[in-house]
């Protein structure tokens, strides 16, 4: 069960490690953050080098990629809050060790375009660096991803 949240100031603390209860409570607002478009927001909280990833295969999820820095990151969010609108995404469970997490969330994924929504987990494993998150990589069901985008899911080479 998650813990009660701690707040967490707007901007993103710069130069020192964060506590558990300070990566629970970022991992609250990025969620938010997130949900209602906040794209400035959310990139406050990623160093500028960072490694963005959307596990799995571009064969099965057309949104798998892998981003570095601000710029690509924000294209990426961009280009999917155009196809999905996050709805009611909670984190359920937490490991934190050190400096980093992982995060297992649950949540409604809407297509904005035909408006099918899914329900949809995934597990999200996060590194700081100096407070800021350095590598930033989710995994989520592809083939609830696919479906969600009405994506033809490619059949493996028959042997």
Not at 65 to 90: A, F, P, R, W
């Amino acid at each position: 069960m998650p813990q009660q949240r701690a707040p967490v100031p707007s901007q993103a603390p710069q130069g020192h490690d964060l506590s558990k209860e300070e990566m629970i409570a970022l991992c609250h607002d990025l969620i938010s953050f997130r949900m209602k478009g906040d794209f400035k927001q959310v990139l406050s909280h990623f160093a500028p080098d960072c490694r963005f990833r959307l596990a799995g295969s571009s064969g099965v999820n057309p949104l798998s990629s892998v981003c570095i820095g601000h710029q690509q990151i924000l294209e990426k969010i961009k280009t999917m809050n155009v196809l999905i609108e996050y709805c009611d995404i909670k984190p359920v469970a937490y490991v934190v060790d050190d400096d980093q997490f992982v995060v297992r969330w649950v949540g409604r994924w809407r297509n904005r375009g035909t408006g099918p929504a899914e329900d949809l987990e995934g597990v999200a494993h996060v590194r700081f660096r100096d407070g800021l998150i350095i590598d930033y990589t989710n995994f989520v069901d592809t083939a609830v991803i696919a479906s969600l985008l009405d994506w033809p899911m490619r059949q493996p080479p028959e042997n």
